[in-house]
């Protein structure tokens, strides 16, 4: 099947796997009949695959609205997305919006409008929300943010129209409930952190500890039962090669931005997952 280069992510999104794709590429299965990814983040593997079946999914349920908001709107998102000054006051007074009543009434091309707007001019583009689930990142001061990427709204938008893809706001656990064998899942959850200061749980209130890593291990257990093949991301920590003894694992370089300590940044060692050949 031809794939459309056109389609691609339409935000940055922490832990993004574009770095990770000919690794990830070299582990898929041959064969499989639907595709499922719970944690579709910024959608780099779904972008790059392009499969005619899917269900995606991610608890962030404002990240899922741009992703149904492309799909059903895109005309419109351009549109709105025309309308945002790359200016710092402007930047502060949208990003205030979620922290005021009212927010709620917002339409949800507006919602998936200021999204992609964050995302585009906000430092480093990092999508990070504070415990009570409000945006919480600086404003970037690029020159010249690419804010209205109408070439890739439109193209992801047709992929999402013309395939069968389902976009659920679900638990991960509970958008794999109906899965049946032979599918195949990717999963990209929040990573387990290589130390303190990499820390990172900013995509949904509350964040993924090792509780949520362990029902993670044990959903797994219960795909590879079931007959569903999994192929999972995360860093190359003890836990993790702990918790995943029983499958293959391959390690691989990423380089990772997301560290407080900024001598710590840099190429890491990550973990593929699978219980295939």
């Not at 070439?151 to 706001?169: A, D, E, F």
């Not at 929040?190 to 291990?217: C, I, K």
Request: with cysteine; charged share 25%; net charge positive.
């Amino acid at each position: 099947m031809k794939k459309n280069k056109l389609i691609a992510p339409f935000l940055k999104w922490v832990g993004g796997k574009r770095q990770l794709m000919p690794a990830i590429n070299g582990l898929l299965p041959k064969t499989y009949t639907n595709y499922y990814e719970p944690f579709i983040g910024g959608g780099a593997l779904l972008f790059d695959l392009q499969p005619k079946n899917a269900v995606i999914n991610d608890f962030n349920q404002e990240l899922i609205n741009v992703y149904q908001t492309i799909k059903d709107s895109p005309e419109e998102l351009i549109i709105d997305l025309k309308t945002h000054k790359n200016e710092s006051d402007y930047f502060y007074d949208l990003r205030a919006l979620d922290r005021e009543d009212g927010f709620n009434e917002l339409s949800n091309i507006k919602k998936a409008s200021r999204i992609i707007y964050l995302n585009k001019t906000c430092y480093n583009g990092l999508y990070r929300v504070n415990n009570s689930g409000e945006f919480n990142s600086p404003f970037g001061r690029y020159k010249n943010p690419n804010i209205v990427n109408e070439i890739t709204i439109r193209s992801v938008s047709k992929y999402l129209n013309n395939n069968n893809i389902t976009i659920i706001n679900k638990d991960f656990e509970e958008s794999l409930k109906d899965i049946k064998k032979g599918s195949f899942v990717y999963f990209d959850p929040p990573y387990h952190p290589v130390s303190d200061s990499s820390n990172f749980t900013g995509y949904v209130q509350g964040g993924f500890d090792v509780f949520e890593q362990v029902r993670l291990r044990d959903l797994c257990n219960k795909l590879n039962k079931n007959g569903v093949k999994f192929l999972l991301s995360n860093s190359a920590t003890q836990l993790i090669e702990d918790l995943y003894k029983d499958y293959e694992i391959s390690y691989v370089k990423a380089n990772r931005s997301i560290n407080s300590n900024a001598t710590k940044r840099g190429e890491i060692d990550e973990v593929l997952i699978r219980n295939y050949e």
